[in-house]
């Protein structure tokens, strides 16, 4: 069983339009996070949801709009997209606090062209 | 979270033991050292992490110095699919995952 899974794999689209990544968890985390790599593989944290509540939104564009309908998903919409927007999408997720670490498990990555 | 310093590459021959150094001077007393790794096209992957004490897992050891201010991930028989980007981090654990991923190792296994 995929323990974080995001679709779709692949996006190619053009300028301007409305685009949706889709994250979810099976591994009873309550938070989960959205990441993003650009073409220098330099891996910045964008988002942070822990059960269903927005606790990181690192200065990311408002065109970015993360979606928690329950704990175990976190999707991403992203409007009028542009150029400098094509990036490979991590979603990951975590418990927030555990007495071992949290560890978080990344997904497979969703590499997103805008053309 | 304290940030760390990782050489950009290393090379390792196939079957013997990889290495890889990670400077956290700026640690603080809560955090975590956490490694993962990334190969080509693929999400990255955890490792092993640890606070104070060395630690072992089926896939690697770590081994964190008495000051803490610096660690060692060992991969003690390198194989091919090993190749892959370390990234090696600090975190509390309390910490939301607002980690960085820096630069991280390229490490590359030679048959």
Request: glycine share 6%; with cysteine.
């Amino acid at each position: 069983d995929t323990a974080v899974s995001q679709t779709p794999k692949y996006l190619v689209t053009q300028m301007g339009n409305d685009k949706s990544i889709k994250c979810e968890q099976n591994l009873g985390h309550d938070t989960m996070y959205w990441y993003k790599q650009d073409s220098k593989k330099f891996l910045k944290i964008m988002f942070s949801y822990n059960n269903k509540e927005l606790i990181i939104n690192e200065t990311v564009p408002n065109r970015f709009s993360p979606k928690s309908p329950d704990k175990a998903h976190l999707n991403l919409h992203i409007n009028s997209l542009e150029l400098g927007d094509s990036a490979v999408y991590f979603c990951a997720s975590s418990h927030l606090v555990h007495p071992s670490g949290n560890t978080i498990y990344f997904g497979e990555g969703s590499w997103l062209t805008v053309v | 979270d304290a940030k760390t310093t990782q050489p950009p590459s290393m090379d390792c021959a196939e079957g013997r033991a990889a290495n890889l150094p990670c400077n956290h001077s700026t640690i603080s007393g809560n955090e975590y050292v956490y490694w993962y790794r990334q190969i080509h096209s693929q999400g990255p992957q955890y490792i092993i992490h640890g606070l104070k004490n060395n630690e072992t897992n089926e896939m690697a050891s770590l081994i964190i110095t008495e000051d803490r201010k610096s660690s060692t991930l060992i991969l003690p028989h390198a194989t091919l699919r090993d190749t892959a980007v370390y990234y090696c981090i600090v975190r509390e654990n309390t910490n939301a995952g607002k980690s960085t991923f820096g630069d991280g190792t390229t490490l590359t296994v030679k048959p």
